[in-house]
């Protein structure tokens, strides 16, 4: 193949995503911001990155048709930096949502979006890590947004909510941040976020469940787990006999090789539920059993 087949076989996946893409993708604009969202069903519902929204409860929406509506915000979850909304005069196309766990360092992907208020911008690019992690902020708490994908496609503000593209046209991440010259990144679209999809949907907020442990990654003769560090007096954790110093091995049968791991666990299937977890107390294994309560 030479060049210049190279270059229109490129050419034609990206022409070809952005012109199923472009329809779906809004610019969003609110009281002090702006940025972009994805919609991703039939009836009118937008996805969008938390901190495009804000604090605010509306705002106008603009399409690549031309149209403008007025958009409702459904729900928005901070520590996940994800927010559905809704328009109030539906009518653009609803993008696929893919799996992110499916890619691969090396992909082509492509991000549409309104970067610097220019609507309906096409980037492309490759993924460029896979695994990065990105603290995201709720008032005091701070969560660790793990998995997040790392692409060197054009990301410039305002592409903040707007889609990152597999070249099969499915959405695979919504851009979240510019972290510096050439890296841009996106919270991946997963089991993880489709379950936060839905509950922002479903309650306009995502309950999380909560033990009442900090820990840090260790290892112990060859043995990767979360040595306990702070127990909350009267929290599930400290009910179920969880101790400083302690080393969690394993939660529900899932390993606890990192913090990202038992954050994965703390969704609200998990609250009320019995989980047991095994850890490592003074070189003995200790099985104990948690029932994690609902973080308010």
Known sequence: MD?????????????????????????????????????????????????????????????????????????????????VVRVLHPGAPAAPLGDADTLRIGQLVVAVGNPMGLAGSVTAGVVSGLGRSLPARDGRRIRIIDNVIQTDAALNPGNSGGALADSTGKVVGVNTAVAGYGLGLAVPINSTTRHIIGELLAHGRVRRAWLGVAAVPVKINQRKGLRVVEVVPGSPAGVAGIYLGDVLLSAGGQPLESVQALQRLMLGPAIGVHLPITLLRRNALVDVVTVPAELS
């Open 3 to 83: 060049t210049s087949e190279a270059l229109d076989a490129y050419s034609r996946v990206v022409t070809g995503v952005a012109a199923d893409l472009l329809p779906s993708v809004a610019a969003l604009s609110v009281r002090n911001g702006a940025g972009s969202a994805v919609t991703f069903t039939q009836d009118g519902f937008l996805l969008t990155n938390a901190h495009v929204v804000g604090g605010n409860t509306g705002g106008t929406a603009a399409f690549a048709d031309g149209t403008e509506t007025k958009f409702d915000v459904v729900g928005a979850d901070p520590l996940s930096d994800l927010a």
